[in-house]
């Protein structure tokens, strides 16, 4: 699903909003999360997931045409960990979908 999929759904879903609002409050929900990640914070969906910021610490690296030892230095990444009710809810949809042997 892309973000204008999730404005369509919410205009469709709730028929009291344009589309313009609804692709407002998409963008106005995607950017309290981005900003909140940016300043370290936790964001926390019950029944959905979490999202937090990683370390990741500085380290060699091998540039892949030369070979050459390359320094990369320390990132912060953003990690996404599901809550149990997406998993569990994400589960079965698999096993049905999959083929079984």
Do not use: C, W, Y
Not at 59 to 64: E, K
Not at 77 to 87: I, M, N, Y
């Amino acid at each position: 699903m892309t973000r204008s999929d999730l404005v369509e759904e919410l205009a469709a879903r709730f028929s009291q909003l344009t589309h313009r609002d609804a692709e407002f409050a998409v963008k106005t929900v995607l950017d309290a999360m981005s900003q909140a990640l940016v300043k370290g914070h936790r964001i926390e969906i019950r029944g959905f997931g979490s999202f937090t910021i990683n370390r990741r610490p500085p380290r060699i690296g091998r540039n892949p045409r030369s070979g050459e030892s390359v320094q990369i230095p320390e990132k912060r990444v953003p990690h996404f960990k599901p809550g149990k009710a997406l998993r569990e809810a994400v589960e079965p949809a698999i096993a049905e979908s999959s083929p079984s042997a």
